[in-house]
């Protein structure tokens, strides 16, 4: 027990599990008993969120919301690995870097161009999402390439390879596993961004147009129990995310305490 205080500490797994537990009873104690009154307590919480799942659809608007999301990220990482690779020629530079200066935008008046340019607010929504989500991942992209070191280059070069072939396999293949790494991480950012842009297209529903409705009309326990949901099913698909990702690259795989990246290593032996 005594690592779990020192600077750099090695505590066992027993150990970091009982933290965990720690500190889940704290957080449920604290928000039962210590919080101040205009925020609802567990029960409250509980009680809309059966209310929500009962009355309000709430699992089917997020699987509406989590297939948009999904359907933006796919758009995204081929359009982002695209014009990613097509930097390594010099007159898509420029272009390509210009893009990466747009994650400063505000969604407000951007959308309203999206909206120009598509003939449903499905399109705009997926369309406003995955430009958004494209500026950062693909300024991630672009810092992955740049600090690949020239010797890969000129060892590809060595082999008798064309600059085609050089680009295949030292940029394209050689950086997959951080192409997909990036993807993972920019998943939270576009789940974080979801419902801010399904507010603004109302139409086809999804969990961010249901949080505003309660917002305006129900108490902030309805609140509470959608963003507590949308944590939830976040935090799931991040798993299923980096599940896939340790089963896509074996080579890749550090040694980890969480069970179900381990449980998915031992059905592979």
Known sequence: MKELFRWNGTPSP???????VFYTVAFFLLWQFATPAGIPGPGKCWAAWQELVGQYNLIGELFNSAQTSLIAMLITIVAAMILAYLSRIPIFEPLVSLLTR???LSLIGISFIFLLFTSTSWQAKL???SFTILTYLLTGLLAVIRDIPQRMYNYSRTLRMGEG???W???VRGTLYEACDLMVQNFAIAW???TSIEAMFREYGGVGALLVNVYQRKGFEYVFAIQITILLVGLLMDSL???A????FPWKRKETNNPFLNWLAAGQQ
Do not use: S
């Not at 027993?14 to 965990?20: C, D, S």
């Open 102 to 104: 747009f994650r400063f």
């Open 245 to 248: 990702i340790w089963i896509a």
């Open 192 to 194: 974080m961004m979801l």
């Open 169 to 171: 396999y030292t940029v």
């Open 14 to 20: 027993t150990a970091k599990m009982l933290v965990v």
């Open 165 to 167: 072939e050089v680009t």
């Open 241 to 243: 995310l980096r599940g």
């Open 127 to 129: 369309t406003t999402m």
